[in-house]
C-alpha cells in the first residue's frame, strides 16, 4: 500500500523559514516525479513546485527564489525548503507523486504565515 504523509508544517512569522518533508512508502520512489501543492481556504489547489525522477524542477512563479524543493531517493523523501515566507503562503501543503496513470497524494500539513 502506498502512503505519503508530510511532516514539517506549522505556524511561523512573516519572513521565516520552513521545511516540509514527505516520505513515501510502499512504492519505487525513483521512478515517479514528486511534487508539493497547496491549497488556501476558498481556493483551487496548486501547483507550488515539481520534479522528475530525472531532477527536472519547476517553481509556481509566487515562490520562485524563496522556495527549493529536493528529493533523496535513497530516503524515499521529497522535501521543500521555504525562506521569506509571506501571509499568502498560508495553506495546507500536500505532497504528490505521480507517473502516468497514476496520482498518489499525502493528507497534507498546515502552514500558517502569521504575526
Known amino acids: 500500500q502506498v502512503q505519503l504523509v508530510e511532516s514539517g508544517g506549522g505556524l511561523v512569522q512573516p519572513g521565516g523559514s520552513l521545511r516540509l518533508s514527505c516520505a513515501a512508502s510502499?512504492?519505487?520512489?525513483?521512478?515517479?516525479?514528486m511534487g508539493w501543492y497547496r491549497q488556501a481556504p476558498g481556493k483551487e489547489r496548486e501547483l507550488v513546485a515539481g520534479?522528475?525522477?530525472?531532477?527536472?524542477?519547476n517553481y509556481a512563479g509566487s515562490v520562485k527564489g524563496r522556495f527549493t524543493i529536493s528529493r533523496d531517493n535513497a530516503k524515499n523523501t521529497v522535501s521543500l525548503q521555504m525562506i521569506s515566507l509571506k501571509p499568502e503562503d498560508t495553506a495546507v501543503y500536500y505532497c504528490?507523486?505521480?507517473?502516468?496513470?497514476?496520482?498518489?497524494w499525502g493528507r497534507g500539513t498546515q502552514v500558517t504565515v502569521s504575526s
Open positions: 520534479i522528475t525522477s530525472g531532477g527536472i524542477i
Open positions: 510502499g512504492i519505487i520512489f525513483s521512478n515517479y516525479a
Open positions: 504528490k507523486l505521480w507517473t502516468t496513470g497514476i496520482v498518489y
